[in-house]
């Protein structure tokens, strides 16, 4: 049996969701789905808050997972669940860029690097939403140049490969955020690509590498 998870939970006088998640939180303790509940209030200690990088109240760590705002007991209690079994990465994602909290993703994409190839994975889900499209779009603008974007190069250039031709755009343009060498084998036959923004986008992100060079 998996041990219940742990929470972190910051607050504040006068935030308008602070207690109602305090009081849920509270529950899920004394009925046995979190092991233990740590409250900090930041007028008190607002170091807390800059250590975990965060400025919207109610913040909670349930797990390795970090939420913010207004959550009812039985969301909780879900997300009690899933930091016990772990098999909620993708869904963990999903939720903080269909809830806009990019800040929160791009944390948690730069502790947890491996798990940048999820992204890769959402924009293939047939059903993906805007704000999860844009979401990961701005995911990788703020990547743009780094490391992590660079070791990426490879998964990217592969699913250039798609029947989709959207698909096929946005790895354009993300291969060229990249500011990797090793794009440019991968943007070259998209010079080719039957749908002329892709042809396009591939043209602005191999000039962008050249200024680069």
């Not at 046995?32 to 975990?52: D, K, T």
């Not at 090793?182 to 590498?209: G, H, N």
Request: aromatic share 4%; hydrophobic share 40%; charged share 20%.
């Amino acid at each position: 049996m998996h041990k219940p998870a742990d929470t972190l939970l910051l607050i504040t006088p006068g935030c308008p969701h602070c207690q109602s998640v305090l009081h849920s939180l509270s529950e899920l303790v004394k009925n046995g789905n979190i092991g233990r509940l740590e409250v900090v209030n930041i007028a008190i200690h607002p170091e807390i808050a800059q250590e975990v990088n965060t400025r919207t109240l109610p913040w909670m760590r349930i797990g390795n997972h970090e939420l913010s705002g207004n959550y009812s007991l039985s969301e909780l209690k879900t997300w009690a669940e899933k930091a016990v079994t772990g098999d909620a990465s993708a869904t963990y994602i999903r939720e903080l860029l269909e809830q806009q909290q990019l800040d929160l993703a791009i944390h948690h994409l730069q502790a947890h690097p491996e798990k940048l190839l999820l992204l890769l994975e959402l924009m293939q889900e047939e059903d993906v939403s805007l704000s999860v499209k844009f979401g990961i779009g701005a995911i990788f603008e703020a990547l743009e140049g780094s490391g992590l974007l660079e070791e990426l190069v490879p998964e990217l250039g592969a699913l250039g490969r798609s029947k989709k031709a959207n698909i096929r755009g946005d790895i354009a343009y993300y291969l060229g955020l990249s500011h990797s060498p090793q794009a440019r084998e991968w943007l070259t036959p998209l010079l080719q690509d039957p749908q002329q923004d892709v042809r396009e986008i591939a043209v602005e992100s191999l000039e962008m590498l050249e200024t680069r060079t």
